[in-house]
């Protein structure tokens, strides 16, 4: 199975200030198509995960601009431009390129 | 709106069954995949297995392979986890998502498996 490890695990960060999470593969994500399947999502206190970024920088409807993500191969970020109250929770990334789809630990942000 | 509303959670005994069922709204449900993800208390996510569009693979995660058996009903819009032989490590909160890169989640249903 491919193991997602992600750093930090916990992140406390000033309101308006920057934050950076880090997620590396076992394996290398890029699939036979040429896409790479990495996905990042946001879980807020007591709510369902939600997809934040697809294929490493794609962001889904809805999400603001302050968030973005990046890398490839098996080296992934997720940044966070200005960090805000509503930002509060755990982000985790996960692979889609091989079966079993495999998460990171998580990554709990929190407003110092 | 996509929504998908899961329920047929519950308590049940160690080596008990129970089946999960999502209901989905607001896409083309026959023609997406769609996925379970489970989540134990305090702990994170962990896939359990994948349907696709019509319904004619399926994937799982060895830890629940030959126990759980995912199916769906495209006439329904309805996405089902038979889950048989449960065991206490099957406790968790169990989602439903559409495809399997869980672009859109449901609340979850909570599965306690204690006797």
């Keep these: 199975d491919v193991v997602m490890t992600q750093s930090p695990l916990s992140l406390p960060v000033t309101l308006g200030q920057p934050a950076s999470i880090s997620c590396r593969s076992s394996q290398s994500l890029v699939y036979s198509d040429g896409n790479t399947y990495l996905n990042w999502f946001q879980q807020r206190p007591g709510q369902s995960p939600r997809r934040l970024i697809y294929g490493v920088s794609n962001r889904d409807s809805g999400v603001p601009d ?19 109250a509503e930002d509060v929770g755990v982000y985790y990334c996960m692979q889609g390129s091989h079966w079993p789809r495999t998460f990171g630990q998580g990554t709990k942000l929190e407003i110092k | 709106e996509v929504q998908l509303l899961e329920s047929g959670g519950g308590l049940v005994q160690p080596g008990g069954s129970l089946r999960l069922s999502c209901a989905a709204s607001g896409f083309t449900f026959s023609s997406s995949a769609m996925s379970w993800v489970r989540q134990t208390p305090g702990k994170g996510l962990e896939w359990v297995s994948t349907i696709t569009d019509s319904g004619g693979r399926t994937y799982y995660a060895d830890s629940v392979k030959g126990r759980f058996t995912i199916s769906r009903d495209n006439s329904k819009s309805t996405l089902y986890l038979q889950m048989n032989s449960l065991r206490a490590e099957d406790t968790a909160v169990y989602y439903c998502a559409k495809t399997s890169h869980f672009q859109f989640w449901g609340q979850g249903t909570l599965v306690t498996v204690s006797s």
Excluded at chain 1, 66 to 80: C, P, V
């Design chain 1, 66 to 84: 302050r968030f973005s993500g990046s890398g490839s191969g098996t080296d992934f970020t997720l940044k966070i431009d200005r960090v805000e």
